[in-house]
C-alpha cells in the first residue's frame, strides 16, 4: 500500500519552456503533499508543502512563481517548472502523506523522482 | 532545531563485509526514526524504521536500533552485497509533520 506515482521519470525541454511534474497518490489520500529538490550527490532539499486545496508553503528561498504548485485533490499535486533554465535542470521528488500518517509519526511515501533537464 | 548528522561517504566496502553507517540527531521530543535508501536514478524508499527509544528496526538484512542515550540510529548489515550499492539517508519526525533528512551517505559494494 501507500504508492505515490511521480511522472514523467524524464523530460528533456528546451530552455524558456514550461514543464509540469504530476504527483499522483494511488491508493491512498494524500492531505499533504511534498516536493524536493536533489542535486547530485546532494541530500533532498525541500522546497514546499502542500496541504490539499490550500496554496503551498515555500521554503526560503524557492522562487513561488517560478515553481508552482497546485494540490488541487487528494489524490494530485502538481508542480510547474515556469520559463525553465539550464540551472533548473535537477532531480525532482515527490512524497507524500496521509491524514493519519501525522498522528503516529508515520514515514511519508515517495514518488520515484523527475529528472529534468533544460537544455 | 532538529537535526539528523550521519557520516560521510562515500563507504567503499568489499562483498560480504560488514557495514555500518553512523547516524545521530537531535531533536525536542520524541522523534520516530528512519533509514531510506536511494537507487541511482530513482526516489527514496523506506528501508526501516523506529518509533520509540530500544526499538529496533530491520529490513532485508539492515538493522538499526533507536538509542536514546546516546541519539543514535546507526545502521548495520552483516554481509553486504554488490546490489547494495546505493545513497543511504537516516532521517526524522518529530511532531508528525516534516521529515528531517541527512546528508546521506553514499555505499559502493566491490565483487
Known amino acids: 500500500g501507500a504508492v505515490v506515482s511521480q511522472h514523467p521519470s524524464w523530460v528533456i525541454c528546451k530552455s524558456g519552456t514550461s514543464v509540469k511534474i504530476e504527483c499522483r497518490s494511488l491508493?491512498?489520500?494524500?492531505?499533504?503533499m511534498f516536493w524536493y529538490r536533489q542535486f547530485p550527490k546532494q541530500s533532498l532539499m525541500l522546497m514546499a508543502t502542500?496541504?490539499?486545496?490550500?496554496?503551498?508553503?515555500?521554503e526560503q528561498g524557492v522562487e513561488k512563481d517560478k515553481f508552482l504548485i497546485n494540490h488541487a485533490s487528494l489524490t494530485l499535486s502538481t508542480l510547474t517548472v515556469t520559463s525553465a533554465h539550464p540551472e533548473d535542470s535537477s532531480f525532482y521528488i515527490c512524497?507524500?502523506?496521509?491524514?493519519?500518517?501525522?498522528?503516529?509519526?508515520?514515514?511519508?511515501?515517495f514518488g520515484d523522482g523527475t529528472r529534468l533537464s533544460i537544455l | 532545531g532538529d537535526s539528523v548528522t550521519q557520516m560521510e561517504g562515500p563507504v567503499t566496502l568489499s562483498e560480504e563485509a560488514f557495514l555500518t553507517i553512523n547516524c545521530t540527531y537531535t531533536a525536542t521530543g520524541y522523534p520516530s526514526l528512519f533509514w531510506y535508501v536511494q537507487y541511482p536514478g530513482e526516489g527514496l524508499q523506506l528501508l526501516l524504521k523506529?518509533?520509540?527509544?530500544?526499538d529496533k528496526g530491520s529490513n532485508k538484512g539492515f538493522e538499526a536500533t533507536y538509542r536514546k542515550e546516546t541519539t543514535s540510529f546507526h545502521l548495520e548489515k552483516g554481509s553486504v552485497q554488490v546490489s547494495d550499492s546505493a545513497v543511504y539517508f537516516c532521517?526524522?519526525?518529530?511532531?508528525?509533520?516534516?521529515?528531517?533528512f541527512g546528508a546521506g551517505t553514499r555505499l559502493f559494494v566491490k565483487a
Open positions: 512524497s507524500a502523506k496521509g491524514e493519519t500518517d501525522f498522528l503516529s509519526n508515520q514515514p511519508q511515501h
Open positions: 491508493d491512498f489520500q494524500a492531505t499533504t
Open positions: 523506529a518509533t520509540k527509544a530500544d
Open positions: 502542500s496541504n490539499e486545496g490550500s496554496k503551498a508553503t515555500y
Open positions: 532521517a526524522l519526525i518529530t511532531g508528525g509533520f516534516k521529515t528531517i
